[in-house]
């Protein structure tokens, strides 16, 4: 497939003529029909115009007027769609962002891998459990961890609408509520910090980040929904074509709107289908989809289904993509050059970063997309602990953004984002963070059934670090 716009027509179910990976084979095609056709008359579970909004701030974040938050856990379960989660999962990411609002001096657009990131890739479709070798899990949308479920379940695919819908009119709920309200009093809780000069430095951001708030108050700076309200936005690895597919809705373009409106009807996809040149398509399963770096493949099913949605959509690159390929992928994704309608979200390891990024910027730099730069730091840092548990070293995580916002200066380009595997909870998977968690902690309260994730702790803490970089540059700027 070229990287130009001169490709065949696109349509919601084009991918299907592509080869596909990681693609999961059912026992029972007619009930997988019967599933997918009932969840294409189900209501979508995000709106047009969210996207849009959404578009509209990425392309701030890639004109260098916005920074990009993304985290939440590497593959969600059912179980996680409870208050206490939800509620856990949103303060980490407010939280987050709050400092780095203070640290880069600029807004921060807010994406949770949440509602929807229940499918999980696999390297191999079967593995061993107790010298048995039976189906791998694939992420609760396609079986059970339990070792005794693997078949395929097509009404899991129902679960999963469900699981998301809930959980998207729960953070809707909590967002209207004040949840996001700044001035809440139990916010900040900073005794998981073991350093005590560390500590200190922490609780100076605090008390600056609350002193600007009081003063804004005092002079009238902010409105009641100013500090009480923000956007959210939910996103996942696209792997399932069937399911997205079945979530993938034509809407009107803004001229056919316009002329078929009455000034009170609602912007729902037109009831009667119009030519599909008169419409946009927006998978509407979430704000935000990803390609991962398995199914990334340029001639690929994931690829063609991509390129033709309307969403913002992220692909991500890593050791084994070469820098030409990278801007075929960009040609492909982004014919028409809009700035943002592509996120970059490299994961190369602290280790590889200094090898494989700069020619990665080199080459999409003599191009003239513009796309989200967004570091992720986890997946390339995943190691064995002697204990024989997954782990990931706060240090190498924190490395690999430093070095990676030093080498985007370097070469005149510009980090943009991060793209944490993280959660609210109080769980010991990742090692290092200023709770100084070793080896010997991790099975205090190991939780993950998938990969490891930053706590709670260790996510407000490389929230800092950032924080900390910026504002290093920023005073290094203003000497210069």
């Known amino acids: 497939m070229s990287g130009t ?221 100013a500090v009480s309200t923000v956007d959210l936005y939910t996103s996942h690895e696209a792997l399932l074509l069937d399911y997205e597919q079945a979530l993938t809705r034509p809407v009107a373009k803004a001229a056919q709107t316009q002329a078929r409106r009455g000034p009170y009807e609602p912007a729902t996809p037109p009831r009667n289908r119009l030519a599909p040149e008169l419409c946009d398509f927006y998978n509407m399963s979430a704000h935000f989809i990803w390609i991962g770096d398995r199914t990334r493949q340029l001639d690929g099913a994931h690829v063609e289904y991509f390129r033709g949605v309307r969403n913002p959509v992220g692909v991500k690159v890593g050791p084994t993509m070469d820098p030409a390929e990278l801007v075929r992928a960009l040609g492909i994704l982004d014919p028409l050059l809009e700035p943002g309608r592509v996120t970059l979200i490299t994961r190369y390891g602290a280790d590889k970063i200094s090898k494989y990024l700069p020619a990665h910027i080199e080459a999409v730099l003599a191009t003239k997309h513009q796309p989200v730069w967004c570091c992720d730091p986890c997946h390339g840092n995943t190691t064995t602990a002697p204990s024989g548990h997954k782990t990931r070293s706060f240090d190498a995580i924190i490395s690999e953004i430093t070095e990676s916002i030093s080498i985007h200066q370097q070469l005149g380009s510009r980090l943009a984002g991060v793209h944490l595997e993280l959660t609210g909870e109080h769980v010991t998977e990742c090692t290092g963070g200023s709770m100084e968690l070793s080896h010997l902690d991790l099975p205090s309260n190991y939780q993950t059934f998938c990969d490891p994730r930053l706590n709670y702790e260790q996510s407000l803490d490389i929230a800092f670090k950032i924080a900390k970089v910026f504002e290093a540059r920023r005073e290094e700027s203003r000497i210069d």
Not at 51 to 68: H, M, N, P, S
Request: aromatic residues 8%; proline residues 6%; hydrophobic residues 40%.
């Open 5 to 225: 716009s001169e490709q065949s027509v696109w349509t919601p179910d084009s991918w299907k003529t592509k080869p596909i990976k990681q693609d999961v084979v059912y026992d029972d095609p007619e009930e997988l029909s019967t599933v997918l056709s009932r969840i294409t008359n189900m209501p979508p579970l995000v709106s047009a115009a969210e996207i849009e909004r959404l578009r509209a701030q990425l392309k701030d974040v890639a004109e260098g007027r916005a920074f990009l938050l993304q985290g939440g856990d590497c593959a969600e379960s059912f179980d996680y769609c409870n208050p206490t989660a939800i509620e856990d999962k949103l303060k980490v990411l407010l939280q987050m962002s709050l400092v780095l609002l203070w640290g880069l001096r600029q807004p921060i657009v807010r994406i949770a891998r949440m509602a929807g990131q229940y499918a999980k890739p696999r390297s191999s479709p079967f593995e061993m459990v107790d010298g048995k070798q039976i189906m791998s899990y694939r992420g609760d949308n396609v079986n059970s961890i339990d070792p005794a479920a693997r078949r395929p379940d097509p009404q899991r695919l129902i679960s999963a609408y469900l699981h998301s819908a809930a959980t998207v009119n729960y953070v809707r709920m909590l967002l209207a509520a004040g949840f996001a309200d700044l001035h809440r009093p139990d916010a900040w809780d900073l005794g998981h910090v073991r350093n005590p000069s560390i500590r200190r430095e922490y609780q100076t951001i605090v008390n600056r980040l609350t002193d600007s708030l009081g003063f804004m108050d005092v002079i009238g700076a902010t409105g009641q929904t």
